[in-house]
């Protein structure tokens, strides 16, 4: 996979990738092979996730990194970044964006970014997912970005996961990088 993320990096200026995941182990790869790639193409990387999946990630790709590409990572914890203004509020939540974003655009600095969506059960975010989805495409197509969105599939109803369809120029499976067919991707 990394370098599959390197081939559509260098052919591509912008990207943006919806990954409904089902296993932890595929998950952790791709994950890897998106940093480690990032990385070696000279990107810093804004990773939006959760501690636990973290503290696996370091396990996992610590022999690979130096000191130095460690510090061209930038964790967010994801309940911290997706729930800031105490609920799921898109508003909110790309003002906390534009604030991470802003270093890296005014020191012209090369990202990409890793984003796990994730919500609590209690939360009602299914109707709201498909708008900040479309805004977070119009983002990245204007800041010429790359980011991938993932989502656990097992929390993705249909007719979600066909809405995320269509947000998402490319879909990110277990071992490949499509593009997303023309009927469902509205740009």
């Known amino acids: 996979m990394k370098q599959k993320f390197k081939e559509l990096s260098s052919s591509k200026q912008t990207a943006h990738i919806y990954y409904a995941t089902q296993k932890q182990e595929n998950y952790l790869e791709n994950l890897a092979a998106y940093i480690i790639a990032g990385i070696e193409q000279g990107d ?3 990773l939006i996730e959760n501690d636990r999946i ?3 990630l370091q396990q996992k790709i ?3 990194l130096s ?4 510090k061209k990572i930038y964790p967010i914890n994801n309940f911290d970044y997706y729930f800031s203004s105490g609920s799921f509020h898109p508003p909110y939540i790309f003002a906390y964006l534009d604030r991470v974003l802003k270093p890296y655009l005014e020191q012209n600095l090369s990202f990409r970014i890793w984003a ?3 919500w609590n059960k209690e939360e009602e975010v299914l109707h709201i997912l ?3 989805e479309h805004e977070a495409d119009r983002l990245v197509t204007e800041n010429k970005l790359m980011l991938v969105c993932a989502y656990n599939k097992e929390r993705v109803p249909a007719s979600l996961d066909q809405s ?6 490319y879909i990110l499976t277990e071992n490949e990088i499509i593009l997303s067919e023309a009927y469902l991707y509205k740009k």
Request: glycine share 0%.
């Open 130 to 132: 498909k708008e900040f």
């Open 116 to 118: 796990h969506v994730e």
């Open 67 to 70: 000191q130095e590409d460690w």
């Open 62 to 64: 610590s022999a690979s």
């Open 44 to 46: 810093h990387i804004i």
């Open 164 to 169: 995320l369809m269509e947000c998402h120029e």
């Open 54 to 56: 973290y503290s696996l």
